[in-house]
């Protein structure tokens, strides 16, 4: 089983609609959590990070942590054909801890 | 500087030669990081540095690789007598320290050095 496990796709979604991206983690200690966005050939670049219980909202995004169930998400809400990219969920465990990533996931977006 | 800077962008050598990525972080950004990522693949830890000191070495391979963060001098990475396998993206990333804090802050990644080995 992998750490960090995310549906890797491709996720098409039309353009406007609600794309949703999942992520699991099996490490009960973790305590940091992101999710980042890899555009082909490019860095990973941050969208959200999250530390507590429950939704984070960052304008088009919202990170939702549900530590109990060991599981993270990512809504992404009027999808934009720019947003079409690989989405990767990050965890963390402590203050300087290196980050397990999953495999990430492809998000398409269709105009 | 403001990035994480990364160099050389592209390196390009013949199986067996040595290879040096050169990583300078996010002024006041205490924490360093390596990653690789194969093609697509996931990414790989590698080692961390907290200042000069290295944090964590438990993904660096043994033998042919070794990394550094001097004072007032970019961080490196090295890897002695490359293999075909080592053909990848290396990614540096920095992140602050939170004071009275256990949370991870976010780390910030350079643009990378892509590695050809031939």
């Known amino acids: 089983q992998k750490e960090v496990e995310q549906n890797s796709g491709p996720l098409s979604v039309p353009e406007g609609a609600i794309a949703s991206l999942n992520c699991t983690y099996s490490d009960r200690v973790s305590q940091s959590f992101f999710w980042y966005r890899q555009y082909s050939g490019k860095s990973p670049e941050l969208i959200m990070s999250?530390?507590?219980?429950g939704d984070k909202e960052d304008g088009r995004f919202t990170a939702q942590l549900n530590k109990a169930s060991q599981y993270v998400s990512l809504l992404i809400r009027d999808s934009q054909p720019s947003d079409s990219a690989t989405y990767l969920c990050a965890v963390s465990r402590n203050q300087g801890g290196k980050l397990i990533f999953g495999q990430g996931t492809e998000l398409s977006v269709k105009p | 500087g403001e990035e994480v800077a990364q160099t050389p962008k592209h390196l390009v050598r013949g199986e067996g030669q040595k290879a040096k990525l050169y990583c300078a972080p996010i002024k006041g950004h205490s924490y360093v990081f390596w990653y690789q990522q194969v093609l697509k693949n996931e990414f790989k830890f590698l080692i961390s540095f907290q200042n000069e000191n290295v944090f964590d070495e438990t993904g660096m391979p043994k033998e042919r690789f070794s990394a550094k963060c001097l004072p007032n001098s970019p961080c490196s990475l090295e890897i002695q007598a490359t293999k075909l396998e080592d053909s990848a993206v290396y990614f540096c990333?920095?992140?602050?320290?939170?004071?009275?804090?256990?949370?991870?802050?976010?780390?910030?990644f350079g643009d990378g050095t892509r590695l050809s080995i031939l």
């Open positions: 999250i530390y507590s219980n």
């Open positions: 990333a920095s992140s602050q320290t939170e004071q009275a804090s256990f949370s991870n802050q976010p780390q910030h």
